[in-house]
């Protein structure tokens, strides 16, 4: 105990020297001797995961930084009651511990990737395709062909990527998960359910084509490669190879509803808000001082900001916080090493940098107030994962 408060105290003192730099808190976790490869909040927000190239997956406490549990194995999936956590060991096998005691429950063949929401039931893949397994005894259930990428929002389906003869798309497979028949076999690549399940997006060569999931019709015919479904399941977003312009869609009539350029030649990929009302777009581009990265009203077509950066890159992932008034980017270069990219926190509204670190990447508690970062630099010294209190900045607001 006195190991653990004489850890903390040190870093509540360097948070306090960072606050004045920043304006935002942080709490370090200590103990991974590797590079963090990714972190994720449970969906209570009380714990956090991490999974390293030290090959442990560690459990802390969001609040405290306290490392409450280390297991063997890469992150894999928390069950949605957060009283078990999977990792997988390699391609081959998954385990299933108690998230609390730590104690082994399961071993599955394949990587599981995702819980039911009821957690009794999970998934695993493998080179055979996609299995469902019961979650508590560790029976298969179902054996489907192809590889899961995504539940219906009912989870009554479960959607797989099919086999083709083309070299620029898959196909898109649905089946009953109770029983494991196969409902629907659709051309090209499997992007989106709408919320209410009833339909899907899927891209095909240019053109994104819209399905009723049950009978399997052609409802709609886009123009462009698959984008983004809004939130709302209102609008759809496609880019066009031909000439990069970004084009917003109704998708219930498929009528045109805006087109954005914002001075790039192309664009290379978009997100709705999570209020569907703006859409951001990234360039890549030399010229990276003249906002490679751009937000949209979604409604009128209005260019809201432009976020420039202090260096080139070629590739950029981002996502909104869950109120939509912060959006984290990261960029990556040709070339570049995972630890040498660029990570920011930027405030929507102002277009004004929060927080910028390097080679980090970042999630968002459920509630927005919290920010875990870290850094995949495989060198033990250079091991950084924290935890920003973003609270402090509503308060500034």
Known sequence: MPRLLCSLCLALCFTASLYAENAIPFIELKGHTAGVMAAAFSPDGKKIVTLSFDKTTRIWDAESGEELLKLEGHFAALSPDNKRIATHINEFETRIWNAESGKELLKLEGILVAFFSDGKRCITIDYDGTRIWNAESGKELLKLEGLFLAFSPDERKIVTRGDNDSDVYWDTWIWDAESGKNLQKLEGSFGAFFPDGK????????????????????????????????????????VNEDDGVIRIWDAESGKELQKLKGGYDWYHSNIFSPDSKKIVAFHAVEKFEDGPIRIWDAESGEELQKLGFSMAFWEAHWFFSPNGKKIFTKTIDRGSRPWDTETILWDVASGKELLKLKGHFGAFSL???????????????????????????????
């Open 199 to 238: 339909k899907l997006a899927a891209r095909c060569d240019n053109i994104v084509r819209i399905w009723d999931a049950e009978s399997g019709k052609e409802l709609q015919k886009l123009e462009g490669t698959f984008g983004r479904l809004s939130p709302d399941g209102k609008k759809v977003s496609t």
């Open 367 to 397: 509630d927005g107030k919290k920010l875990v970062t870290g850094n995949v630099n495989v060198d033990k010294d250079n091991t950084i994962v924290r935890i920003w209190d973003l609270s402090v900045l509503e308060d500034q607001q």
